[in-house]
């Protein structure tokens, strides 16, 4: 199913069953992120955040590359049409990743290609990352005169520190490939042959949708927002998200399903929110 209420230029949105799916459109730009599809990002992710019939969302790329960041050539060309979306990096208030938009649904960032630059914020906010074979990663912001801040300040929270900054100060001129990336803990698997990537994110993504909304949401919110905290606030933090579950319908389906061998009958909801 795509969906048809909003039009997208830059993007393709879709459901496949419960699986929503976010794909940059831009393949002869290697899907740069121009003034139009940072709008149309925000709204795509509320979009299948809203629907109940999405459980995980799934985000790719079209052609060779996932996504290469904003486009430098719209900067250098027209800077008006990026001025809103300067003011929000400035205030960091921006709103184009599933953690920018408080998505509580599960978010796999299925990496395709070439993710270069702001591309990484996909990687750094998704809840998995699976790559293929042929993937490569690099941040070439230094090499145009750019600093590297809100990537590789997450990204190091996935990875131990010292590759995060060689790929931040080399820039452009080396990149790290699928292999590299797994071994670090940025992604979490290396699918080949390449062309296996999408089958391979949505069986996994099925796979997770099996599991209740809310239960899911609620968890979420709680291992995100350990991030935030240190270990004793995090912990209190995560209870009040474990508590929150208390009295749901799905924690009595789940062990009921359980018992009678059969697949649970989830509580549908209209948001991610538990």
């Not at 292999?179 to 089958?199: M, N």
Request: glycine share 8%; aromatic share 6%; proline share 4%.
């Amino acid at each position: 199913m795509s969906y048809e209420r909003l039009k997208y230029e830059r993007l393709k949105v879709e459901r496949r069953g419960a699986v929503g799916w976010i794909i940059f459109d831009r393949p002869d730009a290697g899907n740069a992120m121009d003034a139009v599809m940072f709008d149309e990002l925000e709204r795509a992710w509320h979009e299948l955040d809203d629907d109940p019939d999405v459980r995980v969302i799934v985000n790719t790329g079209e052609g060779r590359a996932f996504q290469t960041g904003v486009d430098v050539a719209q900067v250098a060309k027209d800077r008006d049409a990026l001025r809103e979306h300067s003011r929000r990096t400035r205030d960091a208030t921006l709103q184009f990743t599933a953690w920018h938009c408080q998505v509580w649904k599960p978010v796999i960032a299925a990496v395709n290609g070439v993710c270069a630059g702001g591309g990484l914020h996909f990687v750094a906010d998704a809840d998995i990352v699976i790559a293929s074979s042929n993937a490569t990663f690099l941040d070439p912001h230094v090499s145009v005169g750019q600093v590297v801040a809100y990537e590789g300040i997450a990204l190091i929270r996935k990875s131990p520190m010292e590759p995060i900054v060689r790929m931040a100060l080399v820039g452009r001129h080396e990149r790290m490939d699928a292999t590299r990336a797994h071994q670090l803990g940025i992604i979490s698997e290396v699918v080949d042959p390449p062309e296996a990537l999408r089958e391979h994110a949505q069986a996994l993504a099925e796979k997770i949708a099996r599991n209740s909304p809310a239960a899911m949401a609620a968890t979420k919110r709680a291992l995100w927002g350990a991030l935030e905290h240190g270990l004793t606030d995090a912990c209190h933090a995560g209870s009040q998200q474990l508590v929150s579950m208390w009295g749901h319908p799905d924690q009595e389906e789940g062990p009921l399903a359980f018992a009678e061998k059969r697949e649970a009958a989830w509580a549908r909801t209209g948001s991610s929110e538990a």
